[in-house]
């Protein structure tokens, strides 16, 4: 391990040492961050790249993302964080602050969260729900009862008409236990019938009228559901089911959990599956979420 004082010092390190991890800040002397990752870049071979910063606006998270970054850690969550966006950098994954982070990074992703009550993911999937809508992009929430009626009581809060926003098949709203029923056989996913509701998502996603389909962000909760009843094999099946079959299409999908889930040994193990299971993973709690 090495540390530098500026970011053409950290080039220097990199390419003589070859770290697998550089962690960098977004404002460093001579060199900027996002000047040093894309000259770390240019080099090549080229490390996994995570920022520790102060900036926790979505703009700088973004321009470090799309830049080739696999991880983006606020400082002050540094003791709660940086170690688990380490390892999920390592293992491929892209790790970020929050939910609407993940929203204005360029491409599709299969994302986890975690949340530690359901005040929190209400909060974080309506402001997700919110800059997604704004940003005219589409949003299909898959959830309980309780987490639709929720997200649309922030959303109608912030204003926005979301009878006006079905009509243009902007956003749906669905209930999660009937959508598990669908693609469940024999209590356990089937990967016909999931492919067959991915496919009527990509349809509804192909069907928005007067402008050019464009990415679809969906959120839901069914393998969690599985989780809460104890199915944790169902869980992890619907998910690496799901990751196969969406990886290639424009479906940006976020799959909630709370962390409750995971508190004994066993479940413990379950979470790092989890996380194995996804693209990206989302800070969230306070004990976070490693991947071992």
């Known amino acids: 391990m090495a540390t530098a004082t500026d970011g053409r010092q950290a080039l220097d390190l990199a390419r003589r040492l070859r770290p697998d991890v550089v962690v960098l800040d977004v404002t460093m002397p001579d060199f900027s961050g ?23 606006d979505d703009e700088f998270v973004a321009a470090a993302i799309n830049g080739g970054a696999h991880g ?5 969550r540094m003791h709660l964080d940086l170690i688990s966006a380490i390892d999920h ?26 949340h530690a009550n359901e005040s929190h993911l209400l909060d974080e999937v ?48 669905t209930d999660s236990a009937l959508a598990l029923s669908q693609v469940m056989h024999e ?21 928005v009228p007067n402008r050019p389909p464009g990415r679809l962000t969906i959120v839901g909760d069914m393998s969690a559901s599985l989780c809460r009843n104890g199915d944790f094999e169902a869980a992890l099946q619907l998910e690496r089911i799901w990751d196969d079959l969406t990886r290639a299409l424009p479906l940006s999908t976020v799959c909630c959990y709370p962390i409750d889930c995971f508190e004994n040994s066993e479940a413990l193990n379950l979470l790092s599956n989890v996380c194995a299971a996804h693209t990206a993973v989302t800070s969230g709690t306070s004990r976070g979420a490693r991947a071992t």
Request: net charge positive; glycine share 6%; aromatic share 6%.
């Open 187 to 207: 209590g356990r996913p089937d990967k016909e019938r999931v492919a067959e509701m991915i496919h009527g998502l990509d349809l509804f996603r192909q069907a």
């Open 34 to 56: 996002f000047q040093t990752l894309e000259q770390l870049r240019r080099d090549g071979p080229e490390p996994r790249v995570v920022f520790l910063t102060m900036h926790s």
């Open 72 to 76: 983006y850690v606020l400082k002050s």
């Open 89 to 114: 950098a390592l293992a491929g994954r892209l790790f970020v602050p929050s939910l609407t982070s993940l929203s204005t990074v360029a491409g599709s992703r299969h994302a986890v969260q975690f």
């Open 126 to 173: 309506s402001r997700l729900v919110h800059a997604t809508l704004r940003s005219g992009e589409q949003v299909v929430l898959v959830t309980s009862e309780a987490t639709r009626i929720g997200v649309a009581q922030r959303l109608q809060a912030r204003r926005m008409n979301l009878a006006v926003l079905a009509e243009q098949e902007q956003y749906v709203a």
